[in-house]
């Protein structure tokens, strides 16, 4: 298969003139869009959103899911304030010719009643438009493990998922396991690695399983997260010093080339395999 990559270009450079660059340069033709300008995306004004689709319209790219922080506060906060944010990503993703926004299922709990609830009222927000929505597992969240995704899914089967294998690693989750259960659920592919101690590295470096993951995944878009660690003072250190820091770089452009190229060599060898 041959997939179409989009990205968190944010983790490249703040400004979409910098996102808009790096994506250039590595060939990614999609983008999640999290923040712009300092902006999470679910704050921009529709002016701002109409701006940023002409620049990204003039190079040929497009927005392929709006990467909102949705769903990332207490269940015992007021929920009104994040339901009419979530009203307004709607009328910026069409603005934008997004297709998909990302949800998360809310910190605090251990009782899924509470979270169903205020996900159907996202779910019943977005009736009426095209708009796919899909929940990502994170650690902290009621939605951490996979058996508690698979719960959610169950009930609101509206809601698609986006598989994290890294966010799955902090969760001493094992992503095979987290595969068999979720697969069925998979609209979206975060590309993110991790080492068992949850620190993050390129794709295929860490305990993520990311060769065999890429075999089972039937869809035609996989989205780089680098989450990488950047040093500012890496190029100053001496070879030693670098050696030991083997997975840190000098810089978030250099960061993401090295996420994107890592994922790069995986489909290579998946699809020569």
């Known amino acids: 298969m041959k997939y179409r990559l989009a990205a968190f270009a944010d983790e490249a450079a703040p400004d979409l003139a910098g996102q808009i660059a790096a994506m ?26 109409r701006e940023i689709r002409k620049m990204l319209d003039d190079v040929g790219i497009a927005v392929w899911s709006l990467g909102s ?16 944010s979530f009203k ?3 009328e910026l993703a069409d603005i934008l010719g997004a297709k998909h926004i990302r949800l998360f299922s809310f910190y605090g709990t251990t009782e899924i009643d509470p979270v169903l609830e205020r996900l159907d ?28 995704c698979a719960e959610i899914h169950k009930a609101l089967p509206q809601l698609r ?14 992503t095979k396991q987290a595969w068999e259960l ?3 659920y998979v609209e979206q592919m975060h590309i993110k690695d991790a080492l068992p101690d949850g620190s993050g590295v390129a794709a295929g470096k860490g305990a993520g399983e990311l060769p065999f993951l890429l075999s089972q995944y039937r869809g035609e878009v996989l989205t780089v ?17 670098k050696t030991k820091m083997h997975y840190t770089y000098p810089d978030s452009r ?10 790069k060599g995986i489909i290579g060898g998946h699809q020569n395999g």
């Open 69 to 84: 922080p949705l769903g990332k506060i207490g269940i015992g906060d007021d929920f009104a304030p994040r339901l009419d």
């Open 121 to 148: 009222c996202f779910i019943e927000a977005a009736a009426g438009t095209d708009i796919i929505l899909c929940h990502e597992n994170e650690k902290s969240i009621y939605g951490d493990t996979a058996a508690k």
């Open 88 to 90: 307004h990503s709607l």
């Open 24 to 49: 250039r340069e590595n060939g990614i033709e999609l983008l999640e869009i999290r923040g712009v300008d300092g902006e999470n995306i679910d704050r921009i004004s529709d002016q701002k959103a």
């Open 225 to 241: 997260e680098p989450h990488l660690s950047v040093f500012a003072g890496f190029d100053k250190l001496e070879t030693e010093q």
């Open 161 to 174: 998922a986006v598989f994290d294998p890294a966010n799955f690693i902090q969760c001493g989750q094992d």
């Open 254 to 263: 250099t960061a993401f080339t090295v996420a994107v190229n890592a994922l």
């Open 182 to 184: 979720l697969s069925p």
